[in-house]
């Protein structure tokens, strides 16, 4: 999708409306700040008040997420292409996402064990060498935690017998065994347990 056509087709559509920014925010609960964004490229209206912002502007959602009015002949062209540049979008940042948690992942590790060796060689033996490692293992946690929830933001996990794709929630993939990004899950369609592996969608 394109933010700056889009933005230039709601302040086109706003204007033929014979609105102003401060009405059109004031219509839809908002401040003239986020339509100001909006009509710049620098923001996309929110998903809760898109049709809402259809319905004043007197335009279908398929023609603001186009940025432009759609001829009837041309409608389901357009639609087929307005569908995949939706999943292109989503699937490049599935993919950021997905990069960003291997990053923490291997920034964490690195971290954790130049701490574990600095603990072990300049820290003597005792009761504050002990404090030292474990406070290490407990700061380790936090961003695992936090790539944990990346990991379940994207795509799904591929049910090993009857292919089913499972959307866990985080705390059901907290407590599944795993290996790597391959988790121990029920599946919902056969009721069986089994090593799901990661998709991404």
Known sequence: MNQIKIGRF???????????????????????????KWERGIA???TSIMLELCDILNISVNELLSG?????????EKNQQLLLDMAKELEGKNKTIWTTMWVIMGVSMTALFAGLFLAAFLIPEGVWQLVAILGLCVVFLIPCF???????????YKCKNCGHEIVP?????????????????????????????KVLK
Not at 14 to 25: P, Y
């Open 10 to 36: 709601i302040a086109a559509c706003r204007k033929q409306a014979n609105l102003t920014q401060l009405q059109l925010a004031d219509k839809l609960h908002i401040t003239d700040k986020a339509i100001s």
């Open 44 to 46: 996309m209206p929110d």
């Open 68 to 76: 432009e009015r759609i001829i009837m002949e041309n409608k389901n």
């Open 146 to 156: 936090y790539a944990l929830k990346l990991e379940v933001s994207v795509g799904a």
């Open 169 to 197: 929630t985080y705390t059901q993939a907290l407590n599944a065994m795993h290996m790597g990004t391959t988790r121990y899950l029920k599946c919902p369609k056969c009721q069986r347990r089994t090593w799901c592996k």
